[in-house]
């Protein structure tokens, strides 16, 4: 799955977890719309994301945010866009079928959210 790519990436750590405020104190003043793997994993979870493109919206979002928050040249804009640049053909092809071309992108949401629930709490 996508979602476990990217964490598993040499620099997906940057996207694991919400930004605490103590690292970013001006973060959510200038990022209106926080995304982080942890939260796109619960929203799987919980039903709120039913689409690849729904998927898609909360991946690119996430990027989006890291691109903007952070200097172009700097250590983090340049880890998140190297995750980016290797992430973004996947994100686009993701749920949309299996190696076989068998499951839909229904198939796939209940699966992973299968898998979200049987998996131990993060926090």
């Known amino acids: 799955m996508v979602h476990s790519q990217i964490s598993q990436h040499r620099n997906g750590n940057i996207f694991h977890n919400p930004i605490k405020t103590s690292e970013a104190p001006d973060y959510y003043d200038i990022v209106k719309q926080p995304m982080d793997l942890k939260t796109i994993k619960s929203r799987i979870r919980e039903g709120q994301i039913t689409s690849s493109d729904e998927f898609q919206r909360d991946v690119y979002l996430m990027f989006a ?4 928050y952070n200097r172009p040249g700097s250590d983090i804009f340049n ?45």
Do not use: I
């Open 65 to 68: 945010n890291s691109l903007m």
């Open 79 to 123: 880890m998140a866009e190297e995750v980016r640049l290797s992430f973004c053909p996947l994100v686009r092809n993701s749920w949309k079928s299996d190696d076989a071309g068998k499951r839909s992108t229904n198939q796939h949401l209940q699966a992973d959210r299968g898998h979200y629930q049987r998996q131990p709490s993060l926090a």
